[in-house]
């Protein structure tokens, strides 16, 4: 039978888990305040200096923002780019960390430089010159391929190829497989735990690309969601369609206020992260750790 705890440490378990909710509690409130004052009314809105619960739900914000062609082109920027920069950051990464698995001539030297890499950086400014003179400047792959392989990914996907029981390669090579079929019938059916955790952390990074799509992306029409956020949250720019009308509005006296547009906007950049990541938890971890078992 499991001992049973003393006061002392059923004491201290409570004062750990009271540390824990209030930790959570914080860590919640914003995401709380910024769903309230998204479903806020204007009149209420500035009758009060902190909203916890309106006492009416509306959504101005959000029926003003999907009237916005120009936040719905951004959201769709987004989609394409976070889906096809997933697909080709895993197919990058999962080829190249397959390959450093096998017997190649200079082994060494491919992952001495891919550790390079994850320690030094090229920095901004030789990075801008090389994606100009590729002629990448206000395309979309500029947003793509600089970033398509992450060294820490590929390394901990190496890693987890090298966990795969190795008579499963020789099983393959007998019957008559050659490499791309070991690594397209074989290695990836088994990684599907990987491929799903490092898949998560790729979408992530490119729904969240806004630094980059400053840098790269002259033209409005394409900007990212994240930069049209940021347009409405931070900027006070007159060639901001979306954040001008919201102000405009504000100004005459008619629904939504830009704060509510602001938090409406949050609310849908951040939705979709959040309802994939259910469908990937349960690959989430034991990607990440399989991965490192083996060094």
Known sequence: MPKSKNVSERLGDGINILLLILLSLTM???FYYIIVISFTSYEEYIRTDLLLLPKKWVLDAYQFIFQSKEFIRAI???VYITVVGTFVSLLLTSSMAFSLTRKIWGQKFYLFLVLFTFIFGAGLIPTYLIVKAAGLIDNYWSLIIPDAISSFSLIVMRQFFLSIP???NEAALI???NELQIYTRIILPLSKPALAAFGLFYAVGQWNTYFT???YLNDPTKWTVQVILRQIVILDDASNTLASAARD???AGHLPPPETIGMAAI???TLPILIVYPFLQKHFAK???????KG
Do not use: K, N, Q
Request: aromatic share 4%; no cysteine; glycine share 14%.
């Open 249 to 251: 509005a504000a100004r």
């Open 267 to 269: 609310i849908l950049a």
């Open 175 to 177: 019957d008559g497989a």
């Open 213 to 215: 799509a400053i840098l």
């Open 287 to 293: 990607g990440v750790m399989l991965g490192s078992v």
């Open 76 to 78: 769709g920027v987004t």
């Open 28 to 30: 919640l409130f914003p």
């Open 166 to 168: 190795e008579e499963l």
